[in-house]
């Protein structure tokens, strides 16, 4: 099974003009290269992949975000997806 970070980063690499080789989870959000559509994107395709909504505020708050603050972000809401069911 593909872990929450593995999927995430591989979303990102495939939408980015990272270049930068190997993307780290301290990379920040608005330094990859991402228009917002692409992060539009982005959003409903983890909100589709892990069953969750992200809210709408942040959605577009990607300034001073790491990935690894994207991950850990989506990892919360399915934790409580997760204990409400």
Avoid: C, W, Y
Avoid at 12 to 24: A, E, P
Avoid at 38 to 52: G, T
Wanted: charged content about 25%; cysteine-free; proline content about 1%.
């Amino acid at each position: 099974m593909v872990s929450t970070a593995d999927a995430i980063v591989r979303m990102i690499s495939d939408r980015s003009s990272h270049t930068g080789g190997t993307l780290h989870l301290s990379e920040s959000l608005d330094n990859l290269g991402l228009d917002s559509m692409e992060v539009v994107s982005l959003i409903f395709d983890i909100e589709e992949k892990f069953n969750i909504e992200i809210p709408l505020n942040a959605n577009m708050d990607i300034e001073g975000k790491t990935v690894a603050d994207l991950i850990q972000a989506v990892d919360q809401l399915v934790a409580v997806k997760v204990k409400s069911n």
